[in-house]
């Protein structure tokens, strides 16, 4: 095989979503749909090639760096995996407040801010002062929500939050996310790929599939009543318990 960089290539495109204030879109397709990739351009970790992406009626677009790092401000990401997001050497505290330092708050407003996020997402004011490693999954991940709520967004990206965690500690995390969303009505992209999640925290589903979106709509439509055969795999590969949904589902593919 030929050695050398991977050619570039188009990850996503024709991409039209809208997300509006106190919503949560849900973003749902398999591995290597391209949903993360479209996640990391919202938050600029990734260029986007053509198109338009406005922040609270602000375009991205032909901005200046200076304009633009005020603009991502309003933007926040909670990463996959709560261990590698966070920055070993240096106390959990640290990081929550590393978004407030590079905004230009001084030392007072950065201690109080920490404090209160620290509450915010339910971990003990002297947790600040611990490291990643004496924290578990699911602590970690509540300091990744603290650090991406610092400077009040009012877009928040979820790239699968949760799916690095113990099945213990999922639902608990999620919960709260939820409450905090709905307390503060930022916008919200949850990307997954588990329908049962989406289900539970989404007001507006797309699907995904080969870097385009296939369908999207309000999460009951999707779910219940999907128009396209994506879609419809998706959902019968969720498991569920009751024996006679199994054959039901069974008997439904063998049409």
């Known amino acids: 095989p030929k050695r050398g960089r991977v050619p570039a290539f188009k990850a996503a495109s024709d991409i039209n979503l809208e997300i509006y204030p ?28 053509s198109g338009e992406l406005t922040i609270n009626e602000k375009s991205l677009s032909g901005r200046k760096q200076k304009e633009l790092m005020a603009i991502r ?19 959990v505290g640290q990081s929550i407040a590393e978004p407030l330092l590079l905004a230009g708050w001084n030392h007072k407003e950065l201690t109080d801010r920490v404090s209160e996020l620290l509450d915010l997402v339910e971990l003990p004011r002297s947790y600040r002062n611990r490291y990643p490693h004496e ?9 990744g929500i603290a650090r991406a709520l610092a400077l009040s967004p009012k877009l928040l990206v979820a790239d699968e939050p949760t799916s690095a965690l113990d099945v213990s ?6 919960e709260l996310l939820q409450e905090i969303q709905k307390e503060q009505q930022f916008a919200t ?3 997954s790929h588990d329908l ?33 055969d994506y ?21 439904d593919r063998r049409k």
Request: charged share 25%.
């Open 189 to 191: 992209l949850f990307i």
């Open 169 to 174: 500690v999922q639902a608990r995390v999620l």
């Open 135 to 143: 924290l578990s999954g699911g602590q970690r991940q509540r300091i």
């Open 231 to 251: 879609t419809k795999r998706l959902i019968s590969a969720v498991p569920v318990p009751d024996p006679d949904q199994q054959a039901k589902r069974r008997s």
């Open 73 to 91: 401000r309003e933007i926040g990401i909670v990463f996959q995996d709560p261990g590698s997001s966070l920055n070993p050497r240096w106390p």
């Open 22 to 49: 106190g919503e949560v879109l849900g973003l749902v397709g398999e591995s290597g749909s391209g949903k993360t990739t479209i996640g990391r351009a919202v938050v600029g970790l990734l260029p986007i090639k």
């Open 196 to 228: 049962a999640v989406v289900d539970l925290l989404s007001d507006r589903i797309a699907v995904m599939q080969h870097g385009v979106i296939v369908e999207q709509g309000p999460k009951d439509e999707i779910l219940r009543n999907p128009t396209q």
